[in-house]
């Protein structure tokens, strides 16, 4: 996405940024001018001001809310594999599989922060295990040809 900045680098300067890169420049924006507002305010203009800003606070928020959900759309979804090998391939990544309960854990990779790319996980799959990580994102599909899941 190209777009014209304000203010940022040359007066109309083109820009690329992608999704993450705009909301954080208007998260960025947004608390620069809530900064400058407090630096003016005159004594009988304060209540507009606390409702302006409230406004901005949601605003901010809403922002923060966009950001996750965009983060999250960059997030790999999990090769899924219904193949007659399937748990075999799921052995060979950094998860443990088992198949006589159809489980898959992911527990404690302490340095999880995204789906591991490698890690094949069965179609019929009824449990995984993602705790003890830092996830915080995930792709809306994560879980989308997991069918028998059952427990997360």
């Known amino acids: 996405m190209w777009v014209s900045v304000r203010g940022y680098g040359d007066e ?8 993450c890169q705009a909301i954080d420049l208007a998260k960025r924006h947004t608390d620069l001018t809530m900064a400058k507002m407090m630096h003016t305010i ?3 203009a304060l209540e507009e001001v606390f409702q302006n800003m409230a406004k901005l606070e949601m605003l901010v928020r809403e922002v923060e809310d966009l950001q996750r959900d965009t983060k999250s759309l960059f997030q790999p979804v999990w090769p899924v594999n219904h193949g007659p ?3 075999s391939m799921c052995a060979e990544g950094p998860c443990s599989c088992t198949l006589e309960t159809r ?5 404690r990779l302490e340095l999880l922060d995204h789906v591991p790319r490698k890690q094949q996980i069965p179609g019929d799959t009824r449990s995984l ?3 003890m990580n830092r ?7 994560s879980f989308h040809r997991l069918n028998e899941l059952v427990e997360l």
Not at 103 to 107: H, P
């Open 12 to 19: 109309g300067e083109l820009c690329g940024l992608n999704g």
């Open 103 to 107: 489980f898959v854990s992911c527990w």
């Open 42 to 44: 005159k004594p009988e």
């Open 135 to 141: 996830l915080k994102f995930l792709h809306k599909d």
């Open 129 to 131: 295990d993602l705790s």
């Open 85 to 87: 090998q399937r748990w």
